[in-house]
């Protein structure tokens, strides 16, 4: 069973930084890509980021280009998120996944969630 661990959430203001980090207890951590999705307040889930496994591509919802970026360290089998210039809007619990295969595609496992708070 994939084990995955958030950390560095926290409050922040509007134009700051925040690194998000995932701990990932996953035998073929290696194998399959890696992502972060995230939920607002009274809002669905929505995915914002994915690297895919061996970090060569990575993808980005629209209103996170150019300010988030995700990477992944295989060696330590951990997966980041760096958020710049971060808004209100981005404001919610950020989740980490983990992916069936190489590529996005069905998700595998979810961690328990880091909260993210922007305030303007």
């Known amino acids: 069973q994939a084990q995955l661990v958030e950390s560095g959430g926290g409050l922040v203001q509007a134009g700051d930084s925040l690194k998000l980090s995932c701990a990932a207890s996953?035998?073929?951590?290696?194998?399959?890509?890696m992502g972060w999705s995230r939920q607002a307040p009274g809002k669905e889930r929505e995915f914002v980021a994915a690297?895919?496994?061996?970090?060569?591509?990575?993808y980005y919802r629209d209103s996170v280009k150019g300010r988030f970026t995700n990477s992944r360290d295989n060696a330590e089998r951990a997966v980041y998120l760096q958020m710049n210039s971060l808004k209100p809007e981005d404001t919610a619990i950020y989740y980490c996944?983990?992916?069936?295969?190489?590529?996005?595609?069905?998700?595998?496992?979810w961690g328990q969630g880091t909260q993210v708070t922007v305030s303007s």
């Open positions: 996944v983990a992916y069936e295969s190489m590529s996005i595609g069905p998700i595998d496992s």
């Open positions: 996953i035998r073929t951590f290696t194998s399959v890509a």
């Open positions: 690297i895919d496994f061996n970090g060569g591509h990575a």
